[in-house]
Structure formats: C-alpha cells, structure tokens
C-alpha cells in the first residue's frame, strides 16, 4: 500500500493552489537506524542514553506524556561531525544537510570481517565495488556492510568487550587509511558508513581514519543498522543528524531509499 504525500511542486485549481503529491512505497524505505535506549551500545568511556519520566498519566482532564532525556553525542546511530577529530572544521550544525544525502554505495565485507574481526576495508574492496557496478558516483556516501549489525546489542560480541571505561580490548572491523586516501583524494565522495561502533577498527590507537576523513571537512555515520536491506548500488542514503549547536556529533535518523 503507498501513501500518497503532497511535498512539492504547485498545481493551480481555480484559486487554489496544492502542493503535488509524489508516492511514498513503504516498502522501498529502509530504517537504517537503531532506537535509543537502555541498550544501545556507547563507546566504553561513555554514559549510556538515560530517558527520564516527567510527566505520563492525565493532567487537566488530558493525557500528557513528556520526557527529559541524557546522551552522548558519540553512540547508536550518529554523525561524527568534522570537528570530532579535525580543529577548525564543521561542528554538527555547520555541517551542510545535504552532506548526509547522496547515492549509497554499500561495499560488502562480510566475508573478510567474518574471517577477521579486525577486517579494514581496503582500496581494493572499493575498486572490486566498481568492477563490478561502475564509478562510485559523485556526492555518494560509502558504507561498510561488516554484517557487524547480527551483533547488536551485545556489547561483548559487537564491541569486543562489555567492561565499561575498556578500550584495551576494542575488535570490530572498519576503513583502511589506504581506503580512505582513495575515497578522498580520487573519488568525489559525501561521507563514509560503517555498520560498527567506529569508522576506525577496533585496536586503532591513532584514528587516522577519523583524521583523514574529518580533515578533508567531511563526515561520517557509524552504527548503521539494516544494511542486509539494501543493494550494493541504486539506493540513496538520507542522514539527517540532530543540530547540536557546536557540537562534534549527534544522533541521526538515517533512511535508504531503495530503487
């Protein structure tokens, strides 16, 4: 069943103008982020996301439900801004909306991350990706498909430990530098994805991947959910982050259209 939305355009009947309407097929829309709550995954050194009830019940004769609520900038599904790891760059709000808009190109390494859970997604992965479907378009926005998701939320298995404050024993897959120069330097890229807690893998000390990518002002998503949803090719990936006033990151509600 579709549900007809009027978005844009403008039709002139008599006097009357609306909006045209466009066909929104739900099932051509993947949600591509996880919930926010008890147990969503954080990076080990930071406070998980608290919701605290301040009003649920009849009020005045009326149902009144309203919550305050507590959270890192850095866990679930969210946007590492440029500024997370470059000085001077875009803080989340500076970031341009249409950064986290843009063809999806999903490189598929399960097969390597399964064998190795320290897996980096190499130059290589990229140019087999356009083997086998062409250039990787302008303005795309790369995403490491890990099958990393299957873990969630089981901190021990998707982190490589539950222990809070530990980073000692982080192992989960992400970008190579190499990957990253290449995205950077060779192709006209948005942004890059990952389906694990970091663009990064796991054991990295130096985040050069976070450095490269946030150096060149561009952001990155990470902990996207639902992957094994989407193509390798056609779809486009809308991620639209909370607009925290300087900050270097926020939650993002992040959706593959499908063609």
């Known amino acids: 069943m579709k549900r ?11 006097a009357v103008h609306c909006a045209a ?19 969503t995954v954080y990076w080990p050194t930071a406070k998980g996301f608290v919701l605290e009830e301040v009003s649920k019940g009849e009020v005045s004769g009326h149902w009144y439900e309203a919550n305050n ?4 900038e850095h866990g679930g599904t969210h946007m590492d801004a440029p500024a997370h790891f470059a000085r001077g760059q875009a803080s989340t709000d500076k970031v341009p909306v249409t950064a986290g808009i843009g ?11 399964a064998r190795d859970a320290d897996y980096r997604l190499t130059a290589d992965d990229l140019r087999a990706w356009e083997t086998a479907h062409g250039r990787i378009p302008a303005g795309a926005i790369v995403v490491m498909d890990s099958g990393w998701a299957a873990r969630w939320p089981d901190r021990a298995r998707y982190l490589g430990t539950d222990a809070p404050g530990d980073t000692a024993h982080l192992h989960f ?27 990064d893998y796991g054991p990295s000390q130096d985040f050069i991947v976070h450095q490269l990518i946030n150096g060149a002002n561009k952001p990155a998503f ?3 959910a639902n992957l094994d949803r989407v193509p390798a ?20 509600r992040a959706i593959a259209l499908l063609p």
Do not use: W
């Open 173 to 199: 897959p992400g970008f190579s530098r190499e990957a990253i120069d290449f995205l950077v330097h060779e192709r006209d890229i948005n942004a890059i994805g990952v389906d694990t807690a970091s663009i």
């Open 21 to 39: 309407a466009i066909d929104i097929d739900p099932a051509k829309v993947v949600d591509l982020s996880y919930g926010f709550g008890p147990q």
């Open 103 to 113: 063809p999806l190109v999903k490189v598929d390494v399960r097969q390597q991350a």
């Open 69 to 72: 609520f507590c959270a890192a």
């Open 4 to 14: 007809v939305v009027c978005v844009v355009g403008m039709i002139v009947i008599g």
């Open 233 to 252: 090719s056609g779809a486009m990936l809308i991620a639209l982050p909370m607009k925290i006033e300087g900050g270097s990151g926020g939650p993002v």
């Open 222 to 224: 990470e902990n996207l």
